[in-house]
């Protein structure tokens, strides 16, 4: 009896406040006589001293007043002395532990964690909805009881590879965004660190990587005796290729290198004796045309003609040897100087590409031209996509092929464009590109001489222009245009990557499986 009277009095005693609360709405603020709308944190407040005492109680925030504690807080002068404000809101009896932390939904919010999330969740809603599509349930009579029975229906191949390429499309979409967010980032951090980069001339001062040379003290390397005097070393660490490691094929024993020479005018003479020789074996085949300098007739090529195991091992020797013009690419060790040619290959194949198209006005014509001067219309959808004997949705193949390749010709041969790029900028772009001290499997010390290598990179690239008399400021422009397409090559690359390995998976294709090591 006692509990049942206990628990009506505390009934009418909540029925009282409710009332209470209920006749005194119009009531005004107990902490600075501002009208109010109702009953807050145990107490009658306004708007803004409810909120203020939320984020204080919420954020932990201890606040000190400048004078003797006692500031007045009134409708005109809440915002003087914080301190006060609060000291005034807990003698008017608003609660602390009223307050519900975590509601506050202005506060930051952890967007990249968020995203990370939301592939797995994606994820596993499309496993979830692959069961659903899978699962059949049916209803069978067994001793006069309703028996569910789960009965899996099978796909076909066709469905399963549709599901599989709509899977991926959806994916990429999704992280568009977050890539284009990512690549502008690394584009920042790439030009704040080239601003730091003193801009001298490399005939008069030592660079970066010249003051960690030493002699090279190994007798066993290819090089001789009489030009090792000559080679700038980069570390101690890196020592002369031995014969287990190199051929004279990676570093010409005859071959001297000058510490003073400029390594953008060494890599532009590289790039332009690569085309010559891409000139003659591609050139008609007359002795007229391979004498004359005759420039190979552009030809319209179709899906998978350019990956055909002759013309793969051509490009990759060619490759081969212009990266090898990169000092000090060959002094680095085998492997990695491997990391780093795998790192760079596809880029530097993209960049060249929208380089000659750029250059030989596939621009205005729509089309993107390749190394051997063949073109892809992008006009002609059937030639850049699959045949139509693959099982899969050709809708879906376009945006998987044929839309990036519009979008990559638009983003970064047009700029190349507006910027009037020249050898310069490209092969300048491409070294950037090659020494990468991200590179994750290089060890510590090799990643320090990458950067060294990339820093003499940066100084030769602004002594190229001081020596044509080109001024700091235009100079600046057209490094930091150059490097703001990194971005979109970034982006570019990553998108081929991704098509590499639908074409790996799917077979969509012969070509040569030297493709799998370069990519």
């Given at each position: 009896?006692?509990?049942?009277?206990?628990?009506?009095?505390?009934?009418?005693?909540?029925?009282?406040?409710?009332?209470?609360?209920?006749?005194?709405?119009?009531?005004?603020?107990?902490?600075?006589?501002?009208?109010?709308s109702?009953f807050?944190?145990?107490?009658?407040?306004?708007?803004?001293?409810?909120?203020?005492?939320?984020r204080?109680?919420v954020?932990?925030?201890?606040?000190?007043?400048?004078?003797?504690?006692?500031?007045?807080?009134?409708?005109?002068h809440?915002?003087?002395?914080?301190?006060?404000?609060?000291?005034?809101?807990?003698?008017?009896?608003?609660?602390?532990?009223?307050?519900?932390?975590?509601?506050?939904?202005?506060?930051?919010?952890?967007?990249?964690?968020?995203?990370?999330?939301?592939?797995?969740?994606?994820?596993?809603?499309?496993?979830?909805?692959?069961?659903?599509?899978?699962t059949?349930?049916?209803?069978?009579?067994?001793?006069?009881?309703l028996?569910?029975?789960?009965?899996?229906?099978?796909?076909?191949?066709?469905?399963?590879?549709?599901?599989?390429?709509?899977?991926?499309?959806?994916?990429?979409?999704?992280?568009?965004?977050?890539?284009?967010?990512?690549?502008?980032?690394?584009?920042?951090?790439?030009?704040?660190?080239?601003?730091?980069?003193?801009?001298?001339?490399?005939?008069n001062?030592?660079?970066?990587?010249?003051?960690?040379?030493?002699?090279?003290?190994?007798q066993?390397?290819?090089?001789?005796?009489?030009?090792?005097?000559?080679i700038?070393?980069?570390?101690?660490?890196?020592?002369?290729?031995?014969?287990?490691?190199?051929?004279?094929?990676?570093?010409?024993?005859?071959?001297?290198?000058?510490?003073?020479?400029?390594?953008?005018?060494?890599?532009?003479?590289?790039?332009?004796?690569?085309?010559?020789?891409?000139?003659?074996?591609?050139?008609?085949?007359?002795l007229?045309?391979l004498?004359?300098?005759?420039?190979?007739?552009?030809?319209?090529?179709?899906?998978?003609?350019?990956?055909?195991?002759?013309?793969?091992?051509?490009?990759?020797?060619?490759?081969?040897?212009?990266?090898?013009?990169?000092h000090?690419?060959?002094?680095?060790?085998?492997?990695?100087?491997?990391?780093?040619?795998?790192?760079?290959?596809?880029?530097?194949?993209?960049?060249?590409?929208?380089?000659?198209?750029?250059k030989?006005?596939?621009?205005?014509?729509n089309?993107?031209?390749?190394?051997?001067?063949?073109?892809?219309?992008?006009?002609?959808?059937d030639?850049?996509?699959?045949k139509?004997?693959?099982?899969?949705?050709?809708?879906?193949?376009?945006?998987?092929?044929?839309?990036p390749?519009r979008?990559?010709?638009?983003?970064?041969?047009?700029?190349?464009?507006?910027?009037?790029?020249?050898?310069?900028?490209?092969?300048?772009?491409a070294?950037?590109?090659?020494?990468?001290?991200?590179?994750?499997?290089?060890?510590?010390?090799s990643?320090?001489?990458?950067?060294?290598?990339?820093?003499?990179?940066?100084?030769?690239?602004?002594?190229?222009?001081?020596?044509?008399?080109?001024?700091?400021?235009?100079?600046?422009?057209?490094?930091?245009?150059?490097?703001?397409?990194?971005?979109?090559?970034?982006s570019?690359?990553?998108?081929?990557?991704?098509?590499?390995?639908?074409?790996?998976?799917?077979?969509?294709?012969?070509?040569?499986?030297?493709?799998?090591?370069?990519?």
């Amino acid at each position: 009896m006692d509990s049942e009277a206990s628990n009506s009095e505390n009934f009418e005693s909540n029925r009282g406040v409710q009332r209470n609360r209920d006749n005194n709405v119009d009531k005004s603020c107990m902490v600075c006589s501002a009208p109010t709308s109702g009953f807050h944190f145990g107490s009658f407040a306004c708007a803004a001293c409810s909120a203020f005492f939320r984020r204080t109680i919420v954020e932990k925030r201890k606040y000190v007043c400048r004078k003797d504690n006692n500031c007045p807080i009134d409708q005109q002068h809440r915002c003087y002395c914080r301190a006060c404000r609060l000291k005034k809101c807990l003698d008017k009896g608003l609660d602390p532990n009223a307050v519900q932390p975590h509601r506050d939904a202005i506060g930051a919010k952890q967007l990249t964690m968020s995203q990370k999330s939301e592939p797995n969740r994606n994820n596993s809603e499309e496993k979830k909805n692959e069961k659903e599509r899978d699962t059949v349930i049916t209803v069978t009579q067994n001793d006069e009881r309703l028996v569910p029975v789960i009965v899996v229906k099978p796909r076909t191949d066709k469905q399963i590879i549709e599901d599989q390429l709509n899977s991926i499309l959806a994916r990429q979409e999704r992280s568009e965004e977050l890539k284009k967010s990512e690549s502008n980032k690394a584009a920042i951090e790439q030009l704040i660190a080239f601003s730091k980069t003193a801009v001298i001339e490399c005939n008069n001062k030592q660079s970066t990587l010249d003051r960690n040379i030493s002699p090279i003290e190994s007798q066993n390397s290819v090089l001789s005796s009489d030009n090792a005097q000559n080679i700038p070393e980069t570390s101690n660490s890196i020592e002369a290729s031995t014969s287990s490691e190199s051929s004279p094929m990676i570093i010409n024993d005859k071959k001297t290198y000058d510490r003073t020479q400029n390594v953008i005018e060494m890599m532009v003479d590289a790039y332009q004796a690569m085309c010559e020789r891409r000139r003659l074996i591609y050139c008609p085949r007359s002795l007229k045309d391979l004498l004359s300098g005759t420039q190979p007739v552009p030809r319209s090529c179709k899906w998978g003609e350019r990956f055909s195991a002759e013309q793969m091992r051509i490009e990759v020797a060619f490759m081969v040897e212009f990266i090898n013009s990169i000092h000090p690419f060959a002094k680095f060790s085998l492997n990695d100087r491997i990391e780093l040619f795998r790192n760079i290959a596809l880029a530097c194949v993209m960049l060249e590409k929208h380089y000659l198209t750029m250059k030989l006005g596939g621009i205005s014509q729509n089309r993107l031209y390749h190394q051997d001067h063949s073109y892809s219309d992008l006009n002609d959808e059937d030639a850049l996509v699959p045949k139509h004997d693959v099982s899969c949705d050709m809708d879906t193949l376009r945006k998987l092929f044929l839309e990036p390749t519009r979008s990559s010709l638009k983003l970064i041969a047009s700029s190349m464009e507006q910027n009037q790029m020249t050898d310069v900028e490209f092969c300048a772009l491409a070294a950037v590109m090659l020494f990468d001290p991200t590179i994750r499997s290089l060890d510590a010390s090799s990643k320090k001489l990458v950067m060294a290598a990339r820093d003499k990179v940066y100084a030769d690239w602004f002594s190229y222009y001081a020596n044509r008399g080109i001024p700091v400021d235009v100079a600046s422009e057209k490094v930091g245009n150059t490097m703001l397409l990194l971005p979109a090559i970034q982006s570019t690359v990553e998108r081929s990557h991704e098509n590499f390995t639908i074409i790996r998976v799917f077979d969509l294709l012969n070509y040569d499986k030297i493709l799998d090591e370069v990519v």
